[in-house]
């Protein structure tokens, strides 16, 4: 079936490094969505990206769609402790979303 | 306020005790989904509902069951729960949902489970 894989499972910076997940899916998207999840709280809708090779910026995080729609990436710039949290990807294949299984940053003390 | 309401936000019960979640959302939306959320295998798909009487599998509706009888209601039974269904749960929904919509999903602020 279907599948997404995101990567990596954890990553570990210190307050004001660069922070990267990313997603591949095995077969073609036509939309990619992101959401964040505090800990303790529940995903929350970031940014949707639709065509291909699209880039979308919010701030410090950027989020970029490949030009096969089969992959799609978040970074997120000079991370602060509010950015805590895992970062999800779903991609809509055929008919539902297909859940990548996370990213959790955390913030080195 | 919009939002997506899920109760109880903890429940710890026994093994073959049914038990039911519900969820209701008071956006009018469509579409509402159920998902299971553990470490390190991210957010599962259990049921989901295109509409009132509209309700098909996800990736792991074993053991579960659900309803949509009204368009704001979409509970979740476990009607003989067993300690593998311990877990956090999600309710969420959207404006639509299926192979034509790129609505985002509002989630519930979950459930969590403990089946002993």
């Known amino acids: 079936g279907q599948q997404v894989m995101q990567i990596p499972q954890y990553q570990h910076v210190q307050e004001g490094e660069d922070f990267t997940t990313y997603c591949n899916s095995s077969t073609t998207l036509s939309n990619i969505q992101w959401y964040k999840q505090r800990p303790g709280g529940h995903p929350v809708f970031l940014i949707q990206?639709?065509?291909s090779g699209e880039v979308k910026k919010q701030k410090r995080l950027t989020f970029q769609f490949g030009e096969a729609k089969k992959n799609s990436s978040l970074h997120i710039t000079a991370t602060q402790t509010t950015d805590v949290g895992t970062y999800f990807c779903a991609g809509k294949g055929n008919y539902q979303l297909i859940w990548g299984a996370g990213t959790k940053l955390i913030i080195k003390p | 306020e919009a939002q997506v309401t899920q109760n109880p936000r903890y429940l710890i019960t026994v093994t073959g005790k049914k038990l039911t979640v519900t969820c209701s959302q008071n956006m009018n939306h469509e579409y509402m989904s159920w998902y299971r959320q553990d470490p390190g295998l991210g957010l599962r798909q259990i049921y989901y509902?295109?509409?009132?009487?509209?309700?098909d599998k996800g990736d792991v509706p074993e053991g579960y069951k659900v309803s949509r009888k009204e368009k704001r209601n979409f509970p979740l039974i476990l009607e003989s729960p067993s300690p593998n269904q311990t877990s956090l749960y999600f309710c969420a929904s959207s404006f639509t949902g299926g192979a034509y919509s790129n609505q985002p999903q509002h989630f519930g602020d979950g459930t969590r489970l403990s089946i002993l």
């Open positions: 509902s295109m509409n009132v009487e509209v309700t």
């Open positions: 990206l639709v065509k």
